[in-house]
């Protein structure tokens, strides 16, 4: 398991908008993708399979974002993504994005999904196998930051 | 000037994902839309010309979606826009998200944005005119709730 | 049923890049967005009913634009939706996208789908109700262009 | 120089829609992505400092997908850019879109721009030292194809 799991993102032309930097709501998409890498590579759960094949998601019930700098092309992005809560059916993530030649921060993110039936929309549990995985990246994180 | 402002939305095939909802980074785009209207019809100020004639603008130091109930492209949107503060360069506000049919709420937005020279984007007073026109929504607003 | 069908479409600031124009992908999501519309109004076919009720859908085979003219935020585009051709399974059809305002062409589409049984993506032949919508829009748009 | 040129994609679950498969209008975005790296990495032209530094920028003028198969969050797909042909002021680059893990062709993408001075969006010559690198490009995938 790598620790901290860091998705990087080069900024593309797609990205921008008139003002010449990246586009306000283009951000909640490059973090979705950042959360979808940290489910597939750290909690080894594929929100695809998950849907198609249990019938059960983790949508999301809050996001948001704080914009400390602009972004443009020239910039990538390196994602740190972070454990903030972990309830009985929510996971709180936090994602430090820094740019990645002067590493300074461009925004941090706090998002919380719900694990959930996607039949009835009602919470369910976080499945045993994945709490394991989430409580042993939150140790190894903290290690980090204590050590 | 038509108080409160609401921005009507039908939702498309193009907002889902494959669990059949709405996409989280989708309702960004769709609140970007309300908040685009909101100024160019009750602030009358047009971003695009604003960023290519005056090289100013509004970017957004904030932006935040709690996610109520989930929508698919049977639903059609009605984002009711509120200012929740206004400061020097700042204008913070709420967006109410209903369906249209169902009259319950779908989500809550809250938005930060900040009056600034696009070229060192350092932020500017926010030009008279303009704050007459939040002053007087906020008023208008404001009678209809009370009274 | 109104013919021609016309979708009316004002750009937006999430539509545009940094070179201050709409983005070449983004006329794909705006095109959708008509094509979609055509076929609720016109074809009385709802696809997000069609896949979650039926397991049918109208994948696309081919999609196209040639660009015109550019388009900005002070933009409203009228598409004139007309079919090209229709096949047993496939249905071909044109976009014409003008600028309301000066009424020059900004683009013309060329969108092909085949209707098809999402299970295996085989296709289907166009029911037989759908079919006649499609004939009955055909003959109204040809009076209007030989009359 | 790597040629081909080829540009690696994974698809996301934020490419997907309520058919469970890639968005008919995502295509076009993954393209535009795979369209960018090339220029960057292969004629070594940055759109965004060209757009910003420069004025100039090669908006395009044609865009079209034929799409062979359809693609889900499993697929990594894998971009081979190729140069169609080369006039005096447009390029045209033929896209072949083939899923990683079994080979087969999901798509087939054509893209014409046309390199202009973005004031007027009247075209400019190709600049010299970009149509070397075109027709170097072109030489070395003939060879391949060729030996």
């Known amino acids: 398991?790598?620790?901290?799991?860091?998705?990087r993102r080069p900024i593309r032309w797609g990205d921008t908008d008139a003002a010449r930097i990246v586009?306000?709501?283009?951000?909640?998409?490059?973090?979705?993708?950042?959360?979808?890498?940290?489910?597939?590579?750290?909690?080894?759960?594929?929100?695809?399979?998950?849907t198609c094949e249990k019938g059960t998601g983790t949508p999301f019930v809050h996001a948001e974002v704080?914009?400390?700098?602009?972004?443009?092309?020239?910039?990538?992005?390196?994602i740190r993504v972070e454990i903030e809560r972990?309830?009985?059916?929510?996971?709180?993530?936090i994602l430090?994005?820094?740019?990645?030649?002067?590493?300074?921060?461009?925004?941090?993110?706090?998002?919380t999904c719900c694990f959930s039936d996607l039949k009835n929309l009602k919470s369910i549990p976080i499945p045993d196998e994945i709490r394991q995985r989430i409580t042993y990246y939150q140790q190894q994180s903290s290690h980090l930051i204590s050590g």
């Open 1 to 7: 398991m790598k620790t901290p799991f860091i998705y």
């Open 23 to 50: 586009f306000t709501a283009h951000y909640f998409d490059v973090c979705m993708e950042a959360i979808e890498s940290f489910f597939l590579e750290i909690l080894e759960l594929d929100w695809f399979a998950m």
């Open 66 to 78: 704080d914009f400390h700098a602009p972004l443009t092309p020239r910039d990538v992005l390196n």
């Open 86 to 93: 972990q309830g009985n059916s929510s996971l709180s993530l």
């Open 96 to 111: 430090y994005g820094n740019r990645e030649a002067e590493g300074d921060a461009a925004f941090t993110g706090r998002f």
